[in-house]
């Protein structure tokens, strides 16, 4: 884990960068329909071993300053930041009232995951 970065940073930042990868990988072919779908499989399942590469230390080093569910909290949360924007950027689509409200909920799910009772 590099030193110069708090402990608590370095599995977002590697979570971020990972999810990064995936969405590219679950989507990206979306805005390429007329490949053929044995070259976006390839594609993305090539795009997936960075996605895992960075994912495993996330977790790894993540497990010394967070809980197994506090991991899987801040992962999905990254996950809907990072399809946000890249439905908004990649996909050019745009996002309705209702995706926030839902974002908005799960938000709200992950204050309950962090918050000790």
């Not at 977002?12 to 990064?20: E, F, G, Q, Y």
């Not at 197994?68 to 946000?84: G, H």
């Amino acid at each position: 884990m590099p030193a110069f970065l708090p402990p608590t940073l370095v599995p977002i930042l590697l979570l971020v960068a990972s999810n990064i990868f995936m969405t590219f990988a679950w989507y990206g072919h979306l805005k390429h329909k007329s490949a053929p779908l044995i070259i976006a499989i390839l594609a993305s399942w090539g795009i997936a071993l960075f996605e895992y590469c960075l994912a495993v230390p996330a977790n790894r080093f993540g497990s010394a300053v967070y809980s197994t569910a506090q991991l899987k909290t801040i992962q999905e949360v990254i996950t809907l930041l990072v399809f946000a924007g890249f439905s908004v950027l990649w996909l050019k689509e745009p996002l309705g009232w209702n995706h926030l409200v839902g974002f908005a909920f799960i938000a709200f799910g992950a204050f309950f995951i962090f918050h000790k009772w």
